[in-house]
């Protein structure tokens, strides 16, 4: 029995030292699946981390020492953004910048790499920046550390290229799962704001790290949502339009507070030297001057939110609480402070919510609802109008309240802050601060709505170069020569079409065959048919094998719609095709 | 190229393990995927995160505890104070680190509804009650707030929420006064029948409570239900000869229940008391019916037994007083006549023939007890003709009516 206990450890050992001599255990499709999950793993453990020191750091800044002292909630705020930028910018330089850019940089630029400096860097000047009261979020910076660490592991993994630029996006979905602890938002906004085109591989990867990440910080931090949430109810049917008026205001706002931020930022830009560290020194002073009187603006301002919620605040001074977070959000973003965007964004979106509700409350001829509803659907608005991305907001809020009768109003108000936003700026904060950045990296928004040109937009319709079978190859050729071209179909009953050039007839002709059918004179080819909602690339494809292709209709494939060349191609671009080419010439 | 292998600088495939990249010219090759080992460091690295971020988790879960605690018992020994704007900070405070909690959040919700704050009370219960839907005092207060605002159905269905619900302390003694809570909410919106359910309901809980029982007799006295008011007032009224309201709320039910000579035993003792003019009024109305009613059997040992010729008596009086009465609605003569007056009828005409010749006669017969039946029985159909007949008459005689009913009874 002992003999055997020992064979068998024996053989164990043997195979785990033959092990580490293999290759690879599984398939690259496997492989990145499996690595979504262990990113989603090590993103959440990593933000559950930066939440908690977040916290302790709040609590030995402005919410300990300095809460019974002016000068300390005066001072707190400079010395840390302070601190958080000059970590960041003298020891991190890759963690400075907004982590959304980042990650499209990496996915865009540099094939999936973010530097784990990055990482490093960002938990902590984020962490003091955002700890010591300065109004932004730990979102975004969330965000950038699940990219960061999903790139580390994909090198660790040693994923090829392809894998490689897609990993960041998973990472980044992660990251934002377990900091916000909505698991759709996440997703929804990586495939909104980050990736442009995705396959169900892709999409399989991004809903496994987000959902891991948020099991990780649940496990921890429990399943609370971001706020607590009171009951909501729609009281009347006419509260839609002030939520349509809380979308219109919203993004009006938004497009101003952009302007707004990129202006300063343009302005700070040129500076350069030692004074570029005072800069978060001076944004921080001016918070913590509001800060004294109105503390809600530290931070990221969850608990402002949760009390707004609860209608503790009244309508004048939730407008005030949103005027005076617009002003400071703005300022440290421009100015460069660590931390990100989302939370103030919620925070604002919020407080103009309330504040517009709660005016209702007092004014509006029918009953409404307290202004802690209005806060919740304002939540969202100011996001959608900022990031460009309706359906994460409109996610957002319907996971946070977990109450499907929010849904109405909350698409009305998003859906018009959205396009109020849009139409007063065509840039969002993040492209237009890329930009200035020296990066053009591309708008997801302006990818999606960029329609490919179909089929139906290039085709010749009708059938002047088609020919029955039983068309004599003289009268073919005739034709053709008077059309001016080089190919043409020749349609066959049940069997489909074939195409035929104008050399093939010249043969015939010259073989004296000018006088019978076409079907019997020559072998022709048969072509495979398009349809007209096809789009031009996946033609081209088919057109690189067939000079000429039919276009028949999907109710009935027998019948002929058109044909399609590649002259009609390029001439649908606005470009000049290769006949053209040869008559300029 | 092999896809097994890739470049390490530009991340392309290769041609295989030792070539040279053909992008980048590098000799830098490495096969796709992690070894082993790899996967087992970072499968350590994880569990060393796991076990690091737990460790670090319990620092900040004890501090902010910490931290929720203190808040909570300054919120607590302010509130009991009446600080309660300092001790609303304090529970806020609270909150803020442990936003869970449901005390917590109670306590602020005391101190605000203490405060008067109710605006700001209803989302705090509202959350309270999704995190507890059968805690009864939370349901209790959104029913008292719902109450305030006019919202009577809302408030209804909380209060009932706050009677089945789970009280933490006294469970019984704020059932029932939740219950009586309710019952006045009823009684001020006049839902009857609403209301006795849940007077029942509350005499059920509590039995023995002499208070509750006077006031429960008294709602069901107001509320119509004459009969559960004698119930539950007669036992209490036999100890208590001086309590005039009493007695007077049992002369009223006796009288809504056609128990006319009791009423008036009560009446009498409650105007013994304390003089009331409305009861008086209605010891008239008694006295009227107990005078006229041949079948009246004497309630108390000192009234006088009445004997069959005077029952025989009051039941030619009896029937004289219909007779007159529908004569008057067929008669020209009627005073408060105010249209043409209805034909009489063949059975009217023969009913009141045979009236007539009963009447005629004013010996007391033999039989009078048989006579009394009989004229009482002509009365009945006389006064069944009223329907037909009286659709002018705005007069009534009430003594009248009460005694036929009672004997149609």
Not at chain 1, 113 to 118: A, D, R
Not at chain 1, 330 to 348: E, N, Y
Not at chain 2, 19 to 26: I, R, V
Not at chain 2, 197 to 204: M, P, T
Request: hydrophobic share 45%; net charge neutral; charged share 20%.
């Amino acid at each position: 029995m002992k003999r055997k206990w020992l064979t068998a450890l024996q053989r164990s050992i043997q195979w785990l030292l033959e092990l580490g001599t293999k290759g690879p255990v599984m398939g690259e499709t496997q492989r990145f699946l499996l690595l979504s999950i262990v990113i989603g793993i090590f993103s959440g453990l990593t933000v559950v981390c930066f939440h908690i020191s977040i916290e302790f750091f709040s609590w030995a800044t402005v919410e300990g020492l300095g809460s019974n002292s002016w000068w300390a909630l005066l001072l707190w705020p400079a010395v840390g953004g302070g601190a958080a930028y000059f970590l960041a910018a003298r020891y991190f330089p890759a963690a400075r910048g907004s982590g959304v850019n980042s990650t499209k940089a990496a996915l865009y630029i540099s094939d999936g790499y973010v530097p784990f400096t990055g990482v490093i860097g960002k938990f902590a000047a984020s962490t003091i920046s955002i700890g010591t009261g300065n109004p932004m979020g730990p979102e975004d910076p969330a965000l950038l550390m699940g990219s960061g660490i999903a790139s580390l592991l994909g090198r660790t993994f040693r994923l090829t290229r392809d894998n490689m630029r897609m990993i960041a996006p998973v990472g980044a979905a992660a990251g934002i799962g377990a900091a916000f602890n909505t698991p759709i938002t996440a997703v929804l906004f990586v495939m909104e704001e980050v990736v442009s085109s995705w396959n169900a591989g892709v999409l399989g990867s991004i809903v496994l790290s987000s959902v891991s990440a948020v099991v990780v910080s649940r496990w921890y931090l429990g399943d609370d949502p971001l706020y607590s949430v009171p009951e909501f109810t729609l009281t009347n049917y006419s509260e839609l339009i002030v939520y349509a008026l809380i979308g219109l205001v919203s993004g009006y706002l938004s497009a101003w507070f952009t302007e707004f931020a990129v202006s300063i930022r343009a302005r700070v830009g040129g500076i350069r030297g030692a004074r570029v560290y005072m800069l978060p020194v001076i944004a921080g002073l001016l918070v913590g001057v509001i800060g004294i009187r109105f503390p809600e603006v530290f931070g990221a301002g969850y608990t402002a939110i949760d009390s707004a919620l609860h209608d503790r605040f009244v309508w004048q001074f939730l407008l005030l609480l949103a005027a005076l977070k617009m002003v400071t959000t703005a300022l440290c973003f421009a100015v460069g402070t660590p931390g990100g965007m989302f939370a103030p964004t919620l925070f604002i979106g919020a407080m103009i919510g309330g504040g517009i509700g709660g005016l209702a409350h007092e004014y509006w001829p029918f009953p409404t609802s307290t202004a802690g509803a209005y806060v919740l659907v304002g939540i969202g608005t100011f996001f959608a109008g900022l990031f460009r991305a309706p359906m994460t907001s409109i996610f957002m809020v319907f996971e946070i309240s977990r109450s499907y009768m929010i849904i109405l109003p909350v698409m009305v108000a998003n859906v018009i802050a959205l396009l109020v936003s849009r139409t007063l700026r065509h840039d969002s904060l993040l492209q237009t601060a890329a930009l200035q950045d020296g990066l053009d990296l591309p708008s997801v928004e302006d990818q999606r709505e960029a329609l490919p040109l179909s089929v139906e937009e290039a085709m010749q319709a009708g059938g002047a170069r088609v020919f029955p079978r039983t068309t004599p190859v003289e009268t073919a050729l005739q034709r053709m020569r008077e059309q001016g071209v080089e190919t043409a179909l020749v349609s066959v009953h049940r069997k489909g079409w074939f195409w035929v050039g104008i050399s093939d007839l010249e043969k015939a002709e010259a073989g004296g065959h000018g006088g019978e059918s076409l079907w019997q004179a020559l072998s022709v080819q048969a072509v495979v048919r398009l349809y007209p909602d096809l789009s031009l690339d996946a033609a081209m494809r088919v057109l690189a094998k067939y000079p000429i292709l039919p276009v028949s209709s999907r109710a009935n494939p027998n019948l002929l719609l058109g044909t399609l060349t590649l002259e009609d191609v390029h001439r649908s671009y606005g470009i000049a095709g290769p006949a053209q080419l040869r008559q300029t010439k | 190229m092999d896809p097994r292998y890739f470049c390490l600088i530009c991340r392309r495939p290769t041609r295989g393990a030792g070539e040279e990249c053909p992008h980048c010219k590098s000799r830098q090759v490495a096969r796709v995927g992690a070894t082993p080992q790899r996967l087992a460091i970072v499968f350590c690295v994880m569990l060393a995160l796991f076990v690091a971020t737990g460790y670090y988790n319990r620092a900040f879960n004890n501090e902010r505890q910490q931290r929720a605690e203190e808040h909570f018992r300054l919120g607590r020994t302010l509130a009991d104070y009446g600080y309660f704007d300092a001790a609303i900070k304090h529970f806020g405070d609270a909150l803020v680190y442990n936003r869970g909690d449901f005390d917590y959040r109670m306590g602020l919700t005391l101190a605000l509804y203490q405060s008067g704050r109710y605006q700001e009370v209803e989302p705090q219960l509202l959350e309270l009650r999704a995190a507890n839907a059968t805690q009864a005092s939370v349901n209790r207060m959104l029913a008292r707030l719902a109450a305030q605002n006019g919202r009577i159905e809302e408030a209804v269905q909380s209060y009932r929420t706050a009677i089945y619900g789970r009280w933490d302390q006294n469970p019984e003694q704020n059932r029932v006064e939740t219950r009586l809570e309710l019952v006045d909410l009823l009684e001020s919106e006049g839902e009857t029948l609403q209301l006795v359910g849940e007077l029942l309901s509350l005499l059920r809980e509590e039995p023995a409570n002499d208070e509750l029982l006077r006031r429960a007799g008294l709602l069901f006295l107001d509320a119509g239900a004459a009969g559960e008011a004698i119930r539950v007032l007669s036992p209490m009224a036999e100890g208590a000869p001086d309590d005039a309201e009493l007695h007077g709320a049992l002369g009223r039910a006796y009288f809504s229940t056609a128990q006319y000579g009791l009423s008036r035993m009560e009446l009498r003792r409650a105007l013994a008391v304390r003089p009331n003019p409305d009861l008086s009024e209605l010891l008239v109305e008694s006295d009227a019916v107990v005078s006229l009613d041949p079948n009246y059997r004497r309630v108390e040992r000192s009234e006088p037994r009445i004997t069959q010729r005077a029952r025989y008596r009051r039941s030619a009086l009896v029937l004289r007083r219909t007779v007159d009465y529908v004569n008057s609605c067929y008669g020209p003569v009627g005073k408060e006549l105010v249209g043409p007056a209805a034909p009489r009828s063949e059975r009217a005409e023969s009913a009141l023939a045979a009236a007539a010749a009963v009447l005629a006669d004013t010996r007391v017969p033999a039989d009078s007890e048989e006579a009394t039946e009989r004229n009482m029985g002509l009365a009945s159909d006389l006064w069944s003709l009223r329907a037909e007949a009286c659709t002018n008459i705005w007069d009534h005689d009430d003594a009248l009516e009460r005694v036929l009913e009672a004997t149609a009874r």
